[in-house]
């Protein structure tokens, strides 16, 4: 495996929002989730999005994956303008470009584990690659457990299967969004560690909300979203560079 240039990953964007705005209600009881957001996620690079509860941090990645409708603005993957697609082809773009991790692992109880992370693509009527396929089952650590289903793997391995599910068809983003929040820390480490060498290793590009500190240090950069807007942004993050610029959105919080 190469890695990819250093130089395509700071120039290709594989997302973009565009004065992205998300409101909800009318009159007295209007809420401005995003409030005209613009930003780019760069391809083969790690963006955790971070804020308070009710910042808009999952609105806006469920608006840029497509999950969710917005009220105003621009969202693309790639080239694709998401505001102009109809519904199957909104389901199309997610199903073929667009991979996704949630906080519950959305295994299905009566597939193998190998089942699981080939659905996607057997619904879709597409032949996974084998050499990719075996690639990131051997990366996420599941060569043992193909046979096994769901109720036989522990959580930490229950959301190593959505990672490879996630990773399995080549997509041109992945989505996480607190992808491990149900996971005690060694499993938790061990899921973002995979992540990360799939970012460093195989040039995927990862978006990942999350409200962990140390989840956040393994992304490249860290987003920091306060009342719907942008208001600040980190690079090359540690765990205690995050928490400090939290504790300072914290302090405004509290003497505005």
């Known amino acids: ?3 990819t240039p250093l130089a395509d990953r700071t120039t290709t ?5 565009t004065e992205l705005s998300k409101v909800y209600g009318q009159g007295e009881t209007q809420v401005v989730a995003l409030d005209q957001v613009t930003v780019d996620f ?7 999005i971070m804020g308070p509860s009710g910042s808009g941090k999952s609105t806006l990645m469920h608006c840029v994956a497509g999950l969710d409708s917005f009220s105003s603005g621009s969202v693309r993957i790639g080239d694709v303008e998401l505001g102009a697609l109809k519904d199957k082809q909104l389901t199309r773009l997610r199903r073929d470009r667009i991979g996704f991790i949630f906080q519950a692992f959305n295994l299905l109880p009566t597939l193998t584990a190998l089942e699981n992370i080939t659905l996607p693509m057997d619904i879709a009527g597409r032949k996974p690659d084998r050499e990719w396929l075996d690639k990131v089952i ?13 109720s036989q793997l522990s959580g930490g391995q229950q959301q190593r299967v959505a990672v490879a599910r996630a990773l399995a068809s080549k997509p041109e983003i992945i989505f996480g969004d607190e992808p491990t929040g149900n996971l005690d820390s060694r499993s938790g480490a061990e899921v973002l560690g995979f992540l990360r060498n799939s970012v460093r290793e195989m040039g995927q590009t990862v978006v990942m909300v ?4 140390v989840a956040a ?6 987003i920091f979203l306060a009342d719907g807007r942008i208001v600040d942004e980190l690079h090359e993050p540690t765990a205690e560079t995050v928490l400090d610029r939290m504790k ?6 509290r003497t505005s």
């Open 210 to 213: 999350t409200h962990d500190p």
């Open 42 to 48: 760069p391809q083969a690079q790690f963006t955790a």
């Open 248 to 253: 300072r959105f914290d302090a405004k919080g």
């Open 13 to 17: 964007v594989a997302a973009r929002a």
């Open 1 to 3: 495996m190469t890695s």
């Open 217 to 222: 240090a393994y992304a490249d950069r860290v």
């Open 138 to 150: 051997g990366m996420v650590g599941l060569s043992d457990r193909l046979g096994h289903r769901p």
